[in-house]
């Protein structure tokens, strides 16, 4: 991370190492500022007094490396953010006037976005800012993780059956709110399809219609025409000495038929009249049929004109033609089917719906021993942990309880709310002391409490929870010698299988840090770039016996300081 010009920080680098880092420095010097800055990169509450007086406004900067695929990277690239390397670019600023900004992978978002990603990201344990295992989901899935097979297995039965409850409740009250609805779509559609069968109608028979329409409406002009052009080709019988086609082909054909013989050009050009000829003669034949044939009858007309007028009701109602009308009929008749199929759809959608709950019952019941069984193991490991951190008479256990909903799932005499986890709500509690009542591990333990059990918790659940780095603020606060040796022993243990980062004033935590760095001001009370270093060799011996002793040169906060290192070490 990158801060400048948040409270007494002007401008200073903090960088974190894998494994256990732990950050140390004389009261005041700043190290909470490293919370500060964190918490705003998780979306935390811009506070305008955080501005270094003088400054227009507190910037931080932070490069986050995430594995790809991960919750908090396909969220990310759903706001447009880019990853730089395989690492999650976040930024905040915060101005004196109090407005804030947020920008991630390169994209401006909203703050909110950061508040999204923070629970995939980083858990924050502090006297008083606590995320992750705080959250009563969070905790039911840690313990689901815990459990292993007990759960999982049943847990994925469960899902299966409650994803097809959900699916079959959506249909049945589809089918059931819309009743009405359904019932005039019925309605519509059996009006339409009785009066299509009352018409009948053949495919393509509008287009027929039309082409008789238009030749009994012209009958007389077409029967006209026909004969003229009759009389044309073939002669007129009441003018015998007409002109006509016929008649002239047939005496070019006679003139050159005599003379054929002598020209083979002549007669291909003879044997072509010939051939017109027969086509006249052919042509002229239909047509002397055609007149004769063409019957200017009113009442046909009458007929087909009723008809068409039929037709027309219909295409203007359900399609652009007959054809149209006859698809819209077939697709109707499947469609009414179907509706009047839902009464009977109805009753077998209950009685899956029925089924489908009495089996989420048997299989919440599995789960929820399951999660018994694993709380109570859980339970003992946190409470032994505890007792090593300086609070041996704490005790820690689950409360697994049920919500009664009457629109939930049966389950030992009760109606239950369930959802896709189960019917169970998972909670942590802790007895600080004997007699205690146990209670949320929220409200039933002080600041410096409440980190301790929520270390001890993250040792229990190592490895079992996603987040992919942990903060601790205060973690040793009320606590000393062999406490705090244990406190560090067990940091180091979390920190096998996530990153750990702990603001600290005890050297027994810092002891068992893989890096330490050191938060030192300068002589005008500022922490600048060179303000955060990493202390290696003599110069964390040196840090470790100021935080023994205040004084660095002594020979025995010096062998101390030693003595912590090479048990760190030995540990490791």
Do not use: C
């Not at 006509?244 to 003139?255: F, K, Y």
């Amino acid at each position: 991370m990158r801060i400048r010009s948040l409270g007494v920080i002007d401008d200073a680098v903090v960088e974190l190492s894998p494994g256990f880092t732990a950050v140390t420095g004389e009261t005041g010097a700043g190290k909470t500022m490293v919370v500060t800055s964190l918490g705003l990169l998780l979306g935390g509450r811009a506070d305008p007094a955080l501005v270094r007086i003088g400054a227009k406004a507190a910037v931080v900067e932070g490069r986050i490396t995430v594995p790809e695929g991960t919750a908090a990277v396909v969220r990310a690239q759903e706001a447009g953010a880019e990853l730089d390397d395989g690492a999650l670019l976040i930024s905040r600023t915060v101005s004196a006037e109090g407005r804030s900004r947020a920008h991630l992978g390169g994209r401006s978002v909203p703050v909110g976005m950061l508040t999204e990603l923070a629970d995939e990201l980083v858990a924050v344990h502090g006297q008083t800012d606590q995320q992750g295992l705080l959250k009563l989901s969070r905790q039911r899935g840690a313990l689901d993780r815990y459990a292993g097979d007990a759960v999982a297995v049943p847990l994925t039965k469960y899902q299966a059956a409650y994803r097809r409850l959900r699916a079959v409740s959506t249909e049945l009250d589809t089918i059931v709110t819309r009743a009405r609805e359904r019932a005039q779509e019925a309605d519509l559609l059996r009006f339409g399809l009785d009066e299509i069968a009352a018409v009948e109608p053949r495919a393509g028979e509008d287009v027929e219609l039309s082409a008789e329409a238009e030749r009994l409406g012209h009958a007389e002009a077409l029967a006209s025409a026909a004969s003229a052009a009759h009389a044309a080709l073939a002669g007129n019988p009441e003018d015998p000495e007409g002109v006509d086609a016929t008649t002239l082909v047939g005496g070019a054909n006679r003139a050159l038929d005599a003379v054929r013989s002598h020209d083979p050009a002549l007669s291909a050009l003879a044997d072509r009249i010939g051939e017109i000829g027969i086509l006249l003669s052919d042509v002229a034949g239909e047509l002397a049929g055609y007149a004769d044939d063409l019957d200017a009858d009113p009442l046909r007309l009458a007929a087909v004109e009723e008809r068409r007028a039929a037709l027309t009701q219909l295409t203007r109602k359900y399609g652009e033609s007959i054809d149209q009308v006859l698809a819209w009929a077939e697709q109707g008749s499947a469609r009414l089917l179907e509706l009047d199929g839902d009464d009977d759809r109805v009753g077998e959608l209950t009685a899956e719906r029925d089924g489908l709950r009495s089996e989420l019952g048997v299989l919440a019941q599995a789960l929820t021993d399951s999660r018994t069984e694993a709380a109570s193991r859980f339970a003992e490991a946190v409470t032994q942990e505890l007792a090593s951190l300086a609070m041996p008479h704490a005790r820690v256990s689950f409360d697994i309880r049920r919500t009664d909903d009457p629109d939930g799932v049966e389950l030992d005499g009760r109606t239950v709310a369930y959802g896709p986890s189960g019917v169970d709500e998972v909670e942590l509690l802790l007895a600080p002391h004997p007699g205690a009542p146990p209670r949320p591990i929220a409200k039933g333990a002080s600041g410096g409490e409440l980190s301790r059990v929520m270390l001890a918790v993250e040792v229990v659940f190592a490895g079992t929870d996603p987040v992919p780095t942990y903060l601790f603020d205060e973690v040793d606060a009320g606590v000393g010698g062999k406490a705090a040796v244990e406190i560090g022993r067990r940091l180091a243990k979390l920190a096998k299988s996530a990153q750990v980062v702990v603001v600290t004033h005890l050297p027994q935590v810092a002891a068992f840090a893989d890096r330490q760095l050191l938060v030192e001001k300068t002589n005008d009370g500022t922490v600048t770039r060179s303000g955060v270093t990493v202390l290696e060799g003599e110069d964390r011996v040196r840090e470790l016996s100021r935080m023994l002793a205040g004084q660095e040169d002594s020979e025995t906060a010096r062998a101390h300081a030693e003595e912590l290192l090479a048990t760190a070490r030995a540990d490791a």
